[in-house]
Structures are given as C-alpha cells and as structure tokens.
C-alpha cells in the first residue's frame, strides 16, 4: 500500500443510503455509508448475508433496481458525483473505469454469445477498434488472468467451460477497459479451495501489474486477509469497523469483529466448543433500536440499547462504530 | 486395506458401517434410437461416470470421521450410499455387520431409523407449506413410533428444545426462519426418531460464519450427549480438523488419504492433501504470495490414466502417469493411495 499522507483517494463515498421499499414502508440496506477508495489499495468489505456490503458494491455503481432506491449521498469518482450524472455518461464509465465481477460467472456471463463475442462488446461498447486489434486485445487479456489456448477460448460459449475458467473470463473482461477501480463481490464463493487460490494468486498479480483499486466483497475473513490492504467490517447496513488488514484483525475495536474472529475454528483445541456470537443478523425491516449489534453483544449497557454510536476514528483512517471499544489492553 | 480391523480389537470401537469396494457409476438412459440399434446387435456406448471408484473403509462406533473433497469428487454421493438412498453399481455398505441392501424387516427398519442424514441445503430440505411441528412428527407417523397426539408433541417440545429453538415455533412455517435456524430443525428432523449415526452432507456450508459456529457447537454437544457417530462430509478442511477424529481424504471417486485428524494435519502424505492444506485461507496469512496448484479438477467423465492426481501434481513421475497406486498402510490407521510411498 502507498503511503498514508502521500495516497490520493481514487472513490470517495459520503452519506451513500440505499433502502428497499415494501408494502409497510423502506428499509435502509446500507445506512449513511461513509467510504475512501484510494490509488492502488485493496480494500476487503466484509460482513454476512444481509449486512449490506453487495448492496453497497452496487450502490456505487448506481446499479440499484426497483424496489430499491438510492436516497442520499454522494459517490466521488476523479472529482465527479456519479449520482448526478445522467444515465448514459454513467454507462460509459461502468466496465471502462469502474468495473465489476460478480459472484456467479454463469449468470453474469450470456450463455448465447461466445466468450470472443462477449469480450468484443465489452471493448467495442467504450470505443473504437478494428477486428485484428480487438481480438489481440481479448487474448491478451484471457492470457493474463491464466488461461489455456485463449485462440480457442474465443469461439467458444459458457458452458464449455469449468466454473473457474468462467470466473477468469469474467475477471477478463472486466480488467478489459484498464479500470481504475474494481469492484469484485463474492468473486470466488462459488469455486473450489484450489480453484479459489488461484484466482486470488492471479488477482493478487493483475492487481499489482494494473494499479487499479480493488474493493474485494467477501463474507470469508480468511481470503479477505490474503488480499486486502485495508478491511471494512460491516453489520447491519453500518460499516462497524475499518482500518488496516493487520488492526483489524489483531487489534479489532469492535466487539462484533472479534466475534468473527473468534467464532473460526482454529485458536480453540479440536472438540472444544467454538467460541460464538448468540443469535443472527437482524432482518432489514426489523434492525434493532440504538446500537444494531447489541442483542447480540456480551458487553451491551444501557447506553447501547438507547443510542446508536456515531463513528469514532483515530485520526489516522482507523475508525469504528461503538460506545465500548475493545481498548488495545483487552485485545492483546 | 481395512485398517480399522488389523488393531486389536479391545483397543478399538466396534465397526459400525464397513465400506467395501464400493462403487457408483450414473449412466444416461439409452435414447430410442440407442436402444433400437441394440436391438439389431450395433449396441452404441452410452457415456457413463464413475462417481465413486472403489471406496474401502469402515467407520467406528462413536467416532467423527471427516470426508473432504471439492465438488464433483463423489463424497456426497458416497454420503448417499452409505444412507441407503441411492444403491451402489458395485461393492457393499454393512451396517453392523449385515449388508443393507439385503436388509429385510426389523433389520431394515433398525437401518434406515439409525442412521440419518442432514441435507447442505436448509432452504430446499424442507417442505415450505409444512409448518415446523408437522416436519418434525411425520418421521414419528410414518414409522409408527408415536401416535398419541400428546406424545408427539412431547417429543416434537423435545428435540425443538435439543436443538436450541423455542418450542412456540413448531406452529411456524419453513420461510419464517433464518438459514441457521432451518438448520437447526434439519437437525432436529433428524434426530427425532433417535438415531445413532448420522451423515452431515456439508451442514454448514450455506451458513453464515457466526452461524457456523453456533452449529459446529450444536454438533459437538449433541455427539458428547447422544454417543453419536458422524460421517461429516465438508469441503472446508479446517473445519473437518475442529470436529474430526479421523479425516478420509477424497479425489476423483477414490480416498487418497485417510489418517487420525491430529496426524493428517502436522504431516500430510498425499501430496493432494498437502495441496489442500497449504490452500485453507486463513486469517493468519496477510498478504501471501503462494503458488497455487496448478489445472483444474478432471472431469470424472474422462479420468486421467494412472493416479488421478497426477496432471496437478508437482511430484509427479512417469509412473504416476501409467500406473495407479494402489492403497498401503503407512502407519498404524494411516493409509495413502501415492507412489511416493511405495518405497517405505
């Protein structure tokens, strides 16, 4: 990662709320998402089913359907509010500078069109290039995300291929337009152990090779530390936590991401109960009253149960979301 | 290579389920025009997959033994075998001692109340018009365990509360709860009509992380409470190390490893499962630069010749191409399927 004071944020997001309406009113999904993309970092958005981090990936992208609605703030993309532009200069952006790879490659890919035809759209749709050109372009790209004879690859369709090889499509295609930022949601959840390393090998290079800023949606701690610069901890609609990958998870502020951290097996001797946090995740119509977390949390005071905690930071980019932090004494 | 059975028998639990060349092979129906040309003697080849390439071992009265494998490597199939829902193309299961597909009675009904099974799915295991005390007593009608309107409600109380849910919620439909919660009743389906074994075919993989926990612990509990045995069949191999006694390790229709869990972690033999392990993401590894295993995982359709690991496999030599390995014991209760351990 660059240097603090010298990194120049590439995204910036301030206030962004998405809610989703119903028949008894709107439920916010993500709350007054308050959020810094720099140049060239990873950045690991982590929470579970529910949590609002896919809801967040697609609200920076504008990519938001009825019954869901952007209500409030800002995206900041090179000086520009996404939210104001219109439709079309919208377009133009997503898949050249801003791109995104979805979690499941078979519906994200057309099953009709070959891989060559898919590819090609993808460049054509954001300028000009001539047939020789645009297929050297297509197996370039196919080659630097690992894939076997690229030429062949081209004329063929989706299902020709294994589930991997599809997410490296998809990965292709959206490093096609040379992004300045990715958003990948989920993008290996779908795939094997060893098929999940590779791509996590290969996204570590590409993303090293391009510079591109990644924001890497997962909701598996382990694979969001292989990659991530920085994490963001979200819950209920709220990022609780965010700092460095190293002081988040060894020195995490929220008692919710010590939760998670405990609750993987691995500290606890085999056999031996795991250490879990009671209950589940609110549902989006029914989010607690004061602190989101609190029915859940061992340290929860009255405070808690009245009053929603406004965002604390250090100063320094660290920044977390409770009355009563895990003071750097009790985390060691 | 039944390796449960060379140990002195005073040391060792008695076998509950014993495997034997086990095999499963799926084959699509012949089309008309198929079936006619064999009509005339021209019979053509229907495409057929091996799902399950001779399976030997047996698994011990009390145990957790955890099968892991990636998708397509036919532990679920494997899983469903050993249930009695779908029969073997070759070998046998025996469950104490009788061959099920035999099994006849009271024998088969001992079977199929003994042992389990808990779906991946919690969503598509339940009925979603069925409310949550009528999924939990109709084991107990179909098998004619209660009929008392009273006692089975006892018992529906009963195993809601075993599980950990609220006894209110039998009157609550499948779509009311959470992915955790449905597991729970899964589970509690399962346990209603007292089992001794059950087949976890990946319990936990739909599930969210602080989710998983709270079901890994259900599990243990339940095992410490109910002298249960478990064949636990999961992907996620630190997962398989916390709840695990002994961990058979699964490629391409075969086991390729089998070992007590403590040993297969701090030394793995079968260069797939060190593969595995040196893959398992963890929260400890920031930022690592690792070689990832090369190739992807063959299509069962057409497996490679000699070992099936070989085209992925950094140590792979001529032989491992020509020839595959045949299963030895290593160790007291560690056997491998690799060439590299022929010499020893």
């Given at each position: 990662m660059t240097d603090p004071r010298t990194r120049k944020p590439v995204l910036e997001v301030e206030g962004l709320q998405t809610v989703f309406h119903d028949l008894e009113g709107a439920w916010p999904a993500i709350n007054a998402l308050d959020l810094t993309i720099y140049e060239g970092e990873v950045l690991g958005l982590v929470g579970e089913s529910?949590?609002?981090?896919?809801?967040?990936?697609?609200?920076?992208?504008?990519?938001?359907d009825t019954p869901g609605e952007i209500t409030a703030g800002r995206v900041l993309f090179q000086g520009k509010d996404l939210r104001e532009m219109d439709e079309e200069s919208l377009r133009?952006?997503?898949?050249?500078?801003?791109?995104?790879?979805?979690?499941?490659?078979?519906?994200?890919?057309?099953?009709?069109?070959?891989?060559?035809e898919q590819m090609g759209e993808a460049i054509t749709e954001h300028g000009q290039a001539d047939a020789e050109a645009l297929r050297r372009r297509c197996i370039d790209t196919l080659t630097k995300v690992g894939i076997t004879s690229p030429e062949e690859r081209l004329s063929q369709y989706p299902h020709e291929l294994s589930g991997g090889m599809r997410q490296r499509v998809v990965i292709a295609i959206a490093l096609l337009n040379s992004p300045k930022v990715i958003i990948a949601d989920e993008p290996t959840t779908a795939l094997d152990v060893t098929i999940q390393s590779q791509i996590i090998a290969e996204m570590q290079r590409l993303q090293h090779d391009s510079g591109a800023a990644l924001i890497w949606i997962s909701h598996d701690l382990g694979v969001v530390a292989e990659l991530?610069?920085?994490?963001?901890?979200?819950?209920?609609?709220?990022?609780?936590?965010?700092?460095?990958?190293d002081e988040v998870l060894d020195r995490p502020r929220h008692p919710?991401?010590?939760?998670?951290?405990?609750?993987?097996?691995?500290?606890?001797?085999?056999?031996?109960?795991?250490?879990?946090?009671?209950?589940?995740?609110?549902?989006?119509?029914?989010?607690?009253?004061?602190?989101?977390?609190?029915?859940?949390?061992?340290?929860?005071?009255?405070?808690?149960r009245s009053s929603d905690p406004a965002p604390q930071g250090d100063g320094a980019g660290r920044i977390w979301r409770c009355h009563h932090p895990i003071t750097a004494q009790e985390a060691a | 290579m039944l390796d449960t059975t060379t140990q002195a028998p005073d040391a060792v639990p008695e076998t509950v389920m014993e495997l034997r060349g086990l095999e499963r092979e799926f084959a699509r129906k012949p089309v008309l025009a198929e079936r006619l040309m064999k009509l005339v003697g021209k019979a053509p080849d229907t495409p057929s997959l091996k799902a399950v390439r001779s399976v030997d071992f047996a698994i011990r009265e009390g145990e957790v033994l955890?099968?892991?494998?990636?998708?397509?490597?036919?532990?679920?199939?494997?899983?469903?075998?050993?249930?009695?829902?779908?029969?073997?193309?070759?070998?046998?299961?025996?469950?104490?001692?009788?061959?099920?597909?035999?099994?006849?009675?009271?024998?088969?009904?001992?079977?199929?109340?003994?042992?389990?099974?808990?779906?991946?799915?919690p969503y598509a295991s339940l009925n979603p018009r069925q409310r949550v005390g009528e999924i939990l007593a109709e084991p107990l009608r179909v098998h004619g365990l209660a009929t008392d309107k009273a006692d089975i409600r006892r018992r529906v109380d009963a195993a809601l509360t075993e599980v950990g849910l609220?006894?209110?919620?039998?009157?609550?439909?499948?779509?009311?709860?959470?992915?955790?919660?449905?597991?729970?009743?899964?589970?509690?389906?399962?346990?209603?009509?007292?089992?001794?074994?059950?087949?976890?075919?990946?319990?936990?993989?739909?599930?969210?992380?602080?989710?998983?926990?709270?079901?890994?612990?259900?599990?243990?509990?339940?095992?410490?409470?109910?002298?249960?045995?478990?064949?636990?069949?999961?992907?996620?191999?630190?997962?398989v190390r916390h709840i695990a006694d002994r961990v058979a390790i699964m490629y391409l229709g075969k086991i390729v490893e089998m070992a007590p869990a403590q040993e297969i972690f701090a030394n793995p033999a079968h260069p797939y499962t060190r593969?595995?392990?040196?893959?398992?993401?963890?929260?400890?590894?920031?930022?690592?630069h690792f070689e990832a295993v090369k190739g992807e995982i063959p299509s069962p359709h057409k497996p490679p010749s000699g070992c099936a690991f070989h085209p992925r496999c950094p140590m792979a030599t001529a032989r491992c191409r020509a020839e595959a390995p045949v299963t030895r014991e290593i160790a007291p209760g560690r056997t491998v399927s690799c060439h590299l351990h022929d010499a020893n």
């Open positions: 529910g949590s609002g981090k896919s809801v967040a990936g697609f609200s920076i992208l504008g990519l938001i133009k952006l997503r898949g050249a500078d801003l791109s995104m790879i979805f979690q499941d490659p078979l519906t994200t890919l057309n099953p009709v069109l070959t891989i060559g991530a610069d920085r994490i963001a901890v979200m819950y209920a609609g709220d990022i609780v936590e965010i700092g460095t990958t919710y991401t010590r939760g998670l951290l405990d609750s993987v097996p691995g500290d606890v001797p085999p056999g031996e109960p795991l250490r879990q946090i009671e209950g589940s995740a609110p549902p989006l119509n029914a989010r607690p009253f004061g602190c989101p977390f609190h029915p859940r949390c061992a340290q929860a005071t009255d405070l808690c | 955890g099968l892991v494998g990636e998708s397509g490597c036919g532990k679920s199939t494997l899983g469903r075998m050993i249930t009695g829902i779908i029969p073997p193309t070759g070998g046998a299961v025996t469950y104490q001692g009788a061959d099920i597909s035999a099994m006849k009675g009271q024998a088969l009904k001992d079977f199929t109340l003994g042992v389990q099974m808990i779906f991946q799915d609220d006894t209110s919620y039998r009157d609550r439909y499948p779509h009311q709860f959470s992915g955790g919660q449905r597991q729970r009743i899964g589970i509690a389906r399962a346990l209603i009509v007292e089992p001794s074994f059950l087949v976890c075919d990946e319990p936990i993989a739909a599930l969210d992380v602080s989710i998983q926990a709270q079901v890994i612990n259900l599990f243990l509990a339940l095992r410490a409470k109910r002298n249960l045995t478990y064949l636990f069949i999961s992907h996620d191999l630190s997962v593969t595995l392990l040196e893959q398992i993401p963890s929260v400890k590894n920031r930022k690592r």
